[in-house]
């Protein structure tokens, strides 16, 4: 018998991901207004505040499950690129870019580093 999916608990790193990602946003917004930066440095904050939510996203779930860390760091990671990348699409016609690489290579990166980081913190020693 398949085990039951617990849809509260995914829908808490959803939401520590959007919340993550927004106030990343607002605060790279702000740094870009007051600093009268240009526009042109939007695409990698928004990138890095994607990541930043898919750290913390991963974290939060590896260190509740407390195994699989690359594994829920890959979930995290992939469902947030497609997610992107397919809302991307709407707007544009270039299907791949190059900053979608670049997209692709932080957040999987991250999401890995926050699912090993949640399944070693506190008690839960179990390496990878």
Same mark, same amino acid.
């Given at each position: 018998?398949?085990?039951?999916?617990? #849809?509260? *608990?995914?829908?808490?790193?959803?939401?520590?991901?959007? $919340?993550?990602?927004?106030?990343?946003?607002?605060?790279f917004?702000?740094?870009? #207004? *007051? $600093?009268?930066?240009? #526009?042109? *440095?939007?695409?990698?904050?928004?990138?890095?505040?994607? =990541?930043?939510?898919?750290?913390?996203?991963?974290?939060?779930?590896? =260190?509740?499950? =407390?195994?699989?860390? $690359?594994?829920? !760091?890959?979930?995290?990671?992939?469902?947030? *690129?497609?997610?992107?990348?397919?809302?991307?699409?709407?707007?544009?016609?270039?299907?791949?870019?190059?900053?979608?690489?670049?997209?692709?290579?932080?957040?999987?990166? $991250?999401?890995f580093?926050? !699912?090993?980081? =949640?399944?070693n913190?506190?008690?839960?020693?179990? #390496?990878?």
């Open positions: 018998m398949p085990k039951k999916i617990d #849809y509260i *608990f995914l829908l808490k790193v959803l939401i520590i991901e959007v $919340l993550t990602t927004v106030v990343a946003m607002f605060v917004a702000a740094a870009l #207004y *007051f $600093l009268e930066g240009g #526009y042109q *440095f939007s695409p990698l904050f928004a990138t890095i505040s994607l =990541g930043l939510g898919c750290f913390l996203a991963s974290l939060y779930a590896a =260190g509740k499950v =407390g195994k699989n860390g $690359l594994l829920i !760091g890959a979930i995290v990671g992939g469902a947030t *690129f497609i997610i992107v990348t397919l809302a991307g699409l709407m707007g544009s016609k270039e299907i791949f870019t190059l900053n979608t690489l670049f997209r692709l290579i932080i957040l999987m990166l $991250l999401s580093i926050g !699912g090993v980081i =949640g399944v913190k506190g008690q839960n020693q179990k #390496y990878i």
